[in-house]
């Protein structure tokens, strides 16, 4: 490395521009090559560190949001799903709910895409740099119950309130005691009108009484915080799962 290119690499570390060095000397040639202006140089210069800078951030957000999987709006087969609203969920892609702090709502059976939905926002949130956790219910009561045990609940809950997006999957699965409703409503409060939630869920609004052990005041007290600010999708279809073993006779699904 010669004393210029030293220099360099001294100043763009000082100004957080880790990339422009490398830049300097691949956007050269291609300057030469297009007769750029100074201009024209200085710009695209920054523009691809400003690129480089978005794309990093971004993969460090969808690393910390601890996504079980990658899955993305482009990947979701809406023919297959008429019951979703392409444009609907291309709206909900803005993340302008996310601005808000209002929730977003999946419903359905099992297979339908709820999760990949979930996934898809809290990618294009990721995007925007917009912090992304994301969760099932089960987990997250799971880690605050151990986090009071262990005298950490205060961060551990600040883990679930501070990210922009708190996505919690699967409520409903499995159905959860007074004590677990608690630290679930205790979320939800927390982040009301402060955070949004994109929440999946197998069972309607009419069954959340069965998902608190019958605890419908607990129940109501969630939805309604929840529903205040939202955005509720009803998927009604066949599980994509499915499909495939559907076409090839190995499950068929019951008449009626
Ligand atoms: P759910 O959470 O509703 O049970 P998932 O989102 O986990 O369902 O979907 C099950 C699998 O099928 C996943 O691999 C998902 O990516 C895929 N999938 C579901 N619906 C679609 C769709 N409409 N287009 C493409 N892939 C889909
Ligand atoms: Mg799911």
Redesign the pocket.
Known sequence: MNLAEERLEHLAGRLKLPDVPGLVSSLAQEAADKEWSFADFAEALLQAQSDASDARACDTIQRLAGFPSRKTIDAFDFSFQPSVNKKQVAELASCAFVERADNVILLGPPGVG??HLAISLGVEASKKRLSVKFTTAARLVASLAEARTAGTFSRRLMGFVRPSLLIV??VGFLPLDAGEAALLFEVVCRRYERGSIVL?SNKSYGEWGEVFSGDTVIATAILDRLLHHSTTISIKGESYRLKDKKKAGIVTTPAG
């Open positions: 709820k999760t999957d699967e999946t």
